[in-house]
């Protein structure tokens, strides 16, 4: 059990002129408010506090935060009130045991908004001052110490919040022992097979992994010293967890003792830590792609280590982490590593990169409105597995894990995102949806014009990323649908004679809107390009003649399809519609447009068959309007003798006259002909046809046919 003492010694330790009257002060004060409590366990619940205060000395924290661990229960548990504690411990603390009494409140389990709403109050919490997140940390580390005595329900539910929040943030805040701690402590709850299976089998070959620890420590240690390098050299069992994730992603073998060990080598400089990978490469043979310098790029929660893989004396794979003194002390304390001891003054961290984690998560939470995105954020951000890339001009750039590309234009500006179209990684092309790996150069190519597509959410990795292109695809969607459903309704008073302008001034279209619950104007002419209503029935009382078309139920998604393709309606241009997959209109064709129900404006050919099967009063009149650099898909379907060289031929032709080819499929027939498939890109109905010409003049070519649809 935990005394006073053994508080009072661990902070001289690191805080020689720490004001101990304080702490013996808060002591007695816990003790009274506490007194005749007994915890589930058993025990004088004040064991709990002490518990609690001695865990915030081992992550080296200042008194206030000690005080505020020997306090934290007293205002939820007992009589005592905020007022109270800062009459006898001033404002500091006052608001240190407050915050982390309200953060105790917060259910974190519960209903998916409800809990969003709560981590939402315990980021609030925390962005007043981080240290009130901190005492919280170390009451959960020993609730968690102090769990068997709970009902199995409520066993699993902390363990699992302990699991999803906690211990990530104590990762974040860069606590290593305590993320491990959290994590293994909830492990035991949530998969209590699992868990005792891991730990017999780990107690089970304690011996003959110390003697292969000693083995391999022996093999380094003989191979400094003929260098002259000292360093400390440990061996240890990985913990239970991340064994246990290695089981599962990567199928890791608990019966193999060289699979969960790891080797640790401390010495005393970064240039020692270098030293020591070289002599260790020397002897051990370096397992390609399995080293990183944590060193030259330390991780978002400071940590720094150069990480290697080696093959051991067995040809086993060696896990060895290689760190100064030095950076041993700011993995394991984090964010108290960096803790600063003045009397009287607040702590500053200003440039700490875990300050700007911190300050960037608060920042969303001002930020984003809608609860989904914001717990999607966060979450994200909890795990920060990070690669580190470099622009051409040779900055860092850190990303998390699975960073395409996309991200990584993001992450330099918003319009580098919007206007990207490719990505150059190490001088080579690579497909957007490219993962970025760590010592990547990556260039981003640009065209103005170009605009962001739905598709990218599908994989980029980055929060601002997602929230950038979902904030364009908004804009975009709701101003295409403006343009249309204004242009529809223009044309459709026209033709009655009614000048839109004049019913515009004269509010009568701002009625028309009120009319369907509409806010405004621009409501309206969207809701009716999205198709959620069509031209005459927001119409019907301004040209009575018209019969009462039923109003359309079904709520629409989004205008899909945001490949550039330009159709005229009746004098307007310029605007992006959907053409059909059904017939893979391309210009020349002659087509038609209808509003589809949740996809807006789609363009079909006049022959397609699914033309009849729409609603005439959603038929528009539309003609192209040519842009230069636009192409369209176009199957062709190529048949011919099957001899050598005629499909070299064939793609000679289209070559020579600069048409991309997107895909290619040829197959031999039975009865000496063959067959293929090609998908290129047309600008134009005449260019399709003089090619289709060119084409037919190969020998041995007996037909060319247009394919639509999908085949
Ligand atoms: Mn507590």
């Not at 902390?158 to 860069?174: K, M, S, V, W």
Request: glycine share 6%.
């Amino acid at each position: 059990m935990v005394r006073l003492n053994d508080i009072v010694e661990e902070i001289l330790r690191y805080n020689p002129n720490a004001d101990i009257p304080m702490v013996e002060k808060a002591y007695i004060f816990s003790a009274k408010a506490h007194k005749g409590q007994i915890r589930l366990s058993g025990e004088p619940y004040l064991v709990h506090p002490l518990e609690v205060a001695y865990t915030l000395t081992r992550m080296n924290l200042d008194v206030p935060s000690v005080v505020s661990g020997l306090l934290h229960d007293t205002i939820e548990d007992s009589y005592v009130d905020k007022k109270e504690i800062e009459d006898y411990f001033g404002k500091e603390i006052a608001e240190l045991v407050d915050g982390v009494t309200k953060i105790s409140k917060i259910q974190l389990m519960t209903s998916e908004d409800s809990r969003v709403e709560n981590y939402r109050k315990m980021i609030l919490a925390m962005s007043k001052d981080i240290r009130v997140i901190l005492v919280k940390l170390a009451d959960r580390f020993h609730n968690m110490k102090t769990l068997n005595f709970l009902s199995p329900v409520k066993q699993k539910e902390i363990a699992r919040e302990t699991l999803d929040i906690y211990a990530p943030l104590a990762h974040r805040l860069g606590i290593e022992w305590l993320k491990g701690e959290l994590e293994d402590e909830s492990f035991k709850y949530l998969k209590p097979d699992e868990f005792n299976v891991i730990k017999e089998k780990i107690a089970q070959k304690k011996k003959e992994r110390e003697v292969y620890i000693n083995e391999v420590k022996e093999i380094i240690k003989n191979r400094f010293a003929q260098f002259e390098l000292d360093a400390d050299i440990s061996g240890r069992a990985k913990r239970l967890y991340s064994i246990y994730k290695k089981m599962v992603l990567e199928g890791v073998n608990i019966d193999d003792i060289y699979d969960i060990t790891a080797f640790r080598i401390m010495v005393g400089t970064v240039k020692e830590c270098y030293e020591a990978l070289g002599y260790v490469h020397a002897f051990f043979r370096p397992i390609p792609g399995k080293f990183s310098d944590h060193i030259a790029l330390p991780k978002a929660n400071m940590y720094q280590s150069l990480h290697t893989k080696v093959m051991g004396p067995y040809g086993e794979k060696i896990e060895i982490q290689i760190r100064t003194h030095e950076m041993h002390k700011i993995a394991e304390e984090g964010i108290a590593a960096h803790w600063k001891y003045k009397e009287g003054k607040v702590f500053d961290a200003k440039e700490d990169r875990i300050f700007a984690w911190l300050r960037r998560v608060i920042e969303w939470q001002h930020e984003l409105k809608d609860n989904r995105e914001f717990m999607e954020i966060f979450k994200i951000d909890l795990f920060p597995d990070e690669v580190y890339v470099f622009t051409p001009k040779g900055d860092v750039r850190e990303l998390p894990k699975g960073a395409t590309p996309v991200d990584f234009a993001y992450a330099i500006h918003s319009q580098l995102g919007n206007k990207c179209v490719g990505a150059k990684v190490n001088g080579k092309l690579v497909p957007l949806r490219y993962m970025l790996k760590s010592g990547d150069t990556v260039d981003i190519q640009t065209n103005p014009a170009h605009k962001p597509s739905k598709d990218w959410l599908g994989f980029v990795a980055t929060s601002k990323a997602k929230t950038k292109i979902r904030q364009w695809i908004r804009t975009e969607q709701r101003e295409r649908s403006i343009e249309l459903g204004k242009t529809l309704i223009e044309k459709e008073l026209a033709k009655h004679d009614i000048s839109f302008a004049s019913m515009l001034k004269s509010g009568g279209i701002l009625n028309i809107a009120k009319e369907h619950s509409f806010e405004t104007e621009d409501d309206l002419f969207a809701g009716v390009g999205y198709g959620l209503y069509t031209v005459l029935q927001v119409l019907s009382k301004v040209i009575p003649e018209v019969e009462k078309p039923s109003k359309i139920k079904s709520i629409i998604s989004t205008i899909k399809g945001a490949r550039d393709t330009s159709v005229k309606i009746e004098g307007v241009d310029g605007l992006v519609v959907k053409l059909a997959k059904c017939c893979n209109p391309i210009p020349g064709d002659r087509i038609i447009g209808f509003i589809t129900r949740g996809r807006g404006l789609t363009v079909h050919v006049n022959e397609c068959p699914n033309v009849h099967t729409f609603d005439e009063q959603r038929k528009i009149n539309v003609s192209w309007e040519l842009k230069k650099d636009l192409t369209y898909p176009v199957k062709l379907k190529i048949l011919g003798d099957d001899r050598k060289g005629l499909l070299s031929e064939i793609s000679t032709i289209m070559s020579s006259a600069k048409i991309n080819i997107l895909s290619a499929k040829a197959m031999s027939n039975p009865d000496k002909s063959a067959a293929g498939m090609y998908e290129i890109e047309i600008t134009h109905m005449s260019q399709l046809q003089k090619l289709i010409k060119s084409i037919q003049k190969i020998k041995g070519i007996r037909s060319v046919e247009r394919i639509r649809g999908t085949v």
